[in-house]
């Protein structure tokens, strides 16, 4: 069975975004692949967190994963920091990439635009990623759009390794949806939907309130015009409320136009709320229900234990083939 793997932050709250661009397909794949799914606290750290809010958000979106479909029971749910591989695959991958590739990341480029002083884990943190997805073989890497320079860097150093040391690693490919790879700020169609985002009325939280959901949608920005037609270009902020509309109801763009032809924006955001709401409300439902429940730990710690398992022996690989002594 080929093998999936992927990961989210706990840096704040999971947007309809995440959603979209990630997670749902997530739920997706665990049918046919062996999927490890991860809580990237490690990368969480790459920027200052409050270490009680990190905490929250690490359960919360541990929770969220299950909430959406995924069984923790056929896949690996679990904590990076849990499996110590990473960290050590991580610095390993580090040595390998050049400054000149880490410089080039345009994720680097803006989250350290501006700021006075950088931390160095954030310059290395695509090594790290890397780390995260060789050290399972990945075959397929589910991620939204903004992912896809880490993936290829990761597809370098992969090459890299090999070529150097001899066949180790699988060359993982991403899997990035057709629509809505990358769901753009209701307030800024130029800017990505992002949980870091200030302005809580630029995203839709996964556990925003249904009535919540349905302000920020009806005062998402859009054009002057009433055309409810997909053109990126001419109408980015419709086109971003089509793609949103499409992926919540399981619908082609091409279709959701037809069906709002010639009915201006009014309906056609009235009926988009209550779309993102069907879909996240049963979402909300079973996350308080597995916060109640007291069983994350236990998930977590079952995942955590089949996923070191798997990592163990290509970490063993990589340092024999390193030259490291291993016993
Ligand atoms: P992160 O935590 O920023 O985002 C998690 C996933 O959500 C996708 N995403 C979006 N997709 C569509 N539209 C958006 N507005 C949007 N915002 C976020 C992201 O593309 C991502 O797939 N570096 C990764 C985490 C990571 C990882 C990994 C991913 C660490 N190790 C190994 C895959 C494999 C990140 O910061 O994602």
Same mark, same amino acid.
């Given at each position: 069975m080929?093998?999936? &793997?992927?990961? $989210? =932050?706990?840096?704040?709250?999971?947007?309809?975004?995440?959603?979209?661009?990630? &997670?749902? /397909?997530?739920?997706? &794949?665990q049918h046919t692949h062996e999927c490890f799914f991860m809580v990237v606290d490690l990368h969480a750290v790459t920027v200052p967190q409050e270490p009680a809010a990190l905490k929250e958000q690490s359960e919360a979106v541990a929770a969220l994963f299950i909430a959406s479909g995924i069984d923790p029971a056929k896949s690996n749910v679990f904590m990076q920091s849990h499996v110590t591989a990473h960290a050590e695959l991580g610095w390993l991958l580090t040595t390998l990439t050049y400054m000149g590739e880490l410089e080039r990341m345009t994720q680097f480029k803006d989250k350290s635009s501006g700021k006075e002083s950088v931390g160095a884990g954030l310059f290395t943190y695509p090594s790290l990623m890397a780390a995260d997805i060789l050290l399972y073989n990945a075959d397929l890497v589910p991620v939204g759009d903004d992912q896809? =320079?880490? !993936?290829? !860097?990761?597809?370098?150093?992969?090459?890299?390794? /090999?070529?150097r040391y001899g066949q180790t690693f699988t060359i993982p490919e991403p899997y990035i949806p057709q629509v809505g790879a990358r769901i753009m700020s209701l307030d800024d169609a130029s800017k990505k939907m992002s949980k870091s985002n200030p /302005?809580?009325? #630029?995203?839709?939280?996964? &556990?925003?309130?249904?009535? +919540?959901?349905?302000?920020? $949608?009806?005062?998402?920005?859009?054009?002057?015009?009433?055309? +409810?037609?997909?053109?990126? =270009?001419?109408?980015?902020?419709? #086109?971003?409320?089509?793609? $949103?509309y499409a992926q919540c109801a399981d619908m082609t763009v091409q279709e959701v136009e037809a069906m709002y032809e010639g009915q201006g924006y009014g309906p056609f955001k009235k009926d988009l709320a209550e779309r993102v709401v069907a879909v996240l409300e049963p979402i909300q439902q079973r996350y308080r229900d597995i916060r109640g429940s007291g069983e994350l730990h236990s998930f977590l710690r079952q995942g955590a234990e089949r996923a070191a398992a798997a990592a163990q022996p290509v970490l063993r690989q990589v340092k024999e083939k390193m030259g490291f002594l291993v016993f």
């Open positions: 080929k093998r999936v &793997l992927s990961g $989210i =932050q706990p840096s704040g709250q999971l947007t309809l975004g995440n959603y979209i661009g990630a &997670l749902r /397909n997530f739920g997706k &794949l896809k =320079q880490h !993936l290829e !860097l990761t597809r370098d150093l992969a090459h890299r390794f /090999n070529t /302005n809580a009325g #630029s995203y839709i939280a996964m &556990l925003d309130e249904p009535d +919540v959901i349905r302000k920020k $949608i009806s005062r998402a920005v859009t054009d002057s015009g009433r055309e +409810v037609k997909f053109d990126p =270009q001419g109408k980015p902020e419709v #086109s971003n409320l089509i793609s $949103i």
